[in-house]
C-alpha cells in the first residue's frame, strides 16, 4: 500500500509520520518543538520533508488557519499564526504534491474515515482547545466553502458584546466554548480574574461548588452553539474533539440538544482519533483528492 | 422542451403553474385560497394535479415544513402547518411521480439556478417573512442533513432567554430576523406592545425616529446572524428574500458582515426569482432528482 508523510503543524509541537491509505501510521511519530518564525517552521518542513520524500507518494499538512480550495496555502486566520506564515508556498517544500488543509477539517476527515463518526456522511467534529476549530463533512465531502475557509466557529451566543473574542469581535461560539471561555466562566462565577482552565477543571474533580457551576455553565454554551449546529446541518453526529473536548458530558449534551431542536435527533460522541488525528486526516484527505491508493 | 406541474402551498395561497426545465412558467399561474385542513389540502393538490397530469413529467410542491431525503413526505415542522399534514403522502397524489421539498430550499434552488446567486455553487437563501426559513447550497448541491430537513433557521442570538420563539425555544434567529422580529424590537423601543411589523415599516418610510431605531436593532440582528452563517459556509453570497428581505439595505449590510467575520468577504443580495420562486425551484429540483430534462 502506497504511504505519504503526514505533518501536523500544531501551536507548540510539530508532529511527522508515514502513514498509509487506510489511515495507519506506519513509522515512529517523529516530533519536534514549534519554531516561533514562519521562516523557522518552513525551514524545519524542509528538513521533515527532504527526508522522507524518497518514500511517499506526497506530504499532507495538518495546520491552523483557512486554507485555499486547491490545498496549497494558508489564506486566511483568526489565530496568532507566526507572521509571514498565510504566504507560504508549501508547494515549494518537496518536489512531489504537497497537500495542505486546515487542522479541525483534517481531524473532521479522521474521525468521519477512521474515527467516531466513520460511516456517517453528515458529521460536525469541533476541536475544542484554547480555541474551537470546525470541521464539517456534508453527504461525505468537506465543506470548503467558495475559497476553501468554511467551518469557523464564529457565530454570536450574545448580542450584548459580553466577551471579546480572539477574532476581535464579540461573543464568537468560540469564545464560549473554548478552554478560555471556560475560564471566563470561572471568573464570572469567583469573580477571581487570576483563575485558569486547570483551576477549574481540577476544582471539578474534587467536587467543588462554585467550579461545578462554571464547568456548567460553560457546558450549556457549547449546547446552545450545538443546537444551531443541528438545526443548520440536521447532522448524524457531532463529534467533541480537542483537549477539551474530553472534558465534554456528551450524554447530557446529547439529551439537551435532541429537547430544543427542531431537526431530527443527533448524535454527541467523543473524538476516538486521538493526538494524530490531524496528521491522519490531512494524508487522507490527500489521497482523496490526489486520487492514488 | 419537457415540463412539469409547478405547485406552492403558502400560508394563505396555493400557486399551480406549467414549467419547463428552464424554469419558465409555460402558461397561465392558477391561484387558490389554502384550505384550513390537511385533508383539505389534500383534495385540493388532487383536484390541480388531475386537470394536468396528461400534459407533463411530474409535479413539484413546495411546502412548508422539513422535507425527507427522497422528497416524498414532510417529516417535521416548526411552523403551524395543519394537523395531519406532516404524514401526507404525496406520492399517491398522482399516477406520475410527485417531487416535494421544503419552500426555502426550493427558493434557494431558484436563486441559484435562475436567479441573484445564479452560477454561485455556494450559496445561501434566507427567506424573511412572518418566520425565517433557509436553503443552502454547497458545491451546487442542495444541504440536506441526514434525514432531509436541514436549513433551518434556530441558532441562538442570546443566552438569556429574552425571545420565546415560534418552536418553543429562546432566542433562535427567527424570532429576531423575521417580520415577527421586527415586531418585538418595534415594541422594544415604543413600549407599544400592539404595534405591528406594517406601523414600523411605514414609520420607517416617513422617517420616524423610534420606528427607524426599532428597524436598525433588526437590521443588526440579522447582521449578527448573517456572521455567523458566513463563518461557518464561506459562500459566495447571502440572498435575502421573503415579504421582509426586500426592506434589508444589502450594501449596509454587506459592509458590515464583511467587516467582521474572519472567512473571505461574500455579497449580501436581494432575491430576484420573485413569487414563484417556491415552484420554480421545486421543479427545477425535480428535474434534477428525476433525471429528466
Known sequence: ??????????????????????????????????????????EKLK?????YEGEVEFSAISTAGGVNRENTKVICSTANLPEGYPNTDFSSLSNK???VENDANCAAWAEYK???AKGMENSI?????????GGIIVDGRLLKGKSGTAGEMHFKMSLDKKRRCTCGAYDCFEIYASGNGLRLSGIDVTGNKDITTYDIIEGVDKGDE????AYNIWQNHI????????????????????????FCDIEYMEK???????????????????NYAGMIGAVLLGFDKLKLD
Chains 1, 2 share one sequence.
Open 97 to 99: 504534491p504537497v497537500f
Open 223 to 246: 449546547i446552545a452553539g450545538l443546537c444551531g449546529l443541528a438545526d443548520i446541518f440536521d447532522p448524524d453526529c457531532i463529534v467533541l474533539s480537542g483537549s477539551m473536548g474530553k
Open 114 to 116: 477512521t474515527g467516531s
Open 1 to 42: 500500500m502506497k504511504t505519504a508523510l503526514g505533518i501536523d503543524i500544531g501551536g507548540t509541537k510539530i508532529y511527522a509520520a508515514l502513514i498509509n491509505g487506510s489511515g495507519e501510521i506506519c513509522s515512529e511519530v517523529e516530533k519536534y518543538s514549534t519554531p516561533k518564525t514562519a521562516k523557522e517552521i518552513v
Open 125 to 133: 467534529t469541533l476541536t475544542l482547545g484554547t480555541g474551537v476549530g
Open 210 to 213: 462554585k467550579m461545578l457551576r
Open 47 to 51: 528538513e521533515i520533508i527532504s527526508k
Open 256 to 274: 439537551l440538544v435532541n429537547e430544543e431542536i427542531v431537526t431530527m435527533p443527533t448524535k454527541i460522541l467523543h473524538a476516538s482519533s486521538g
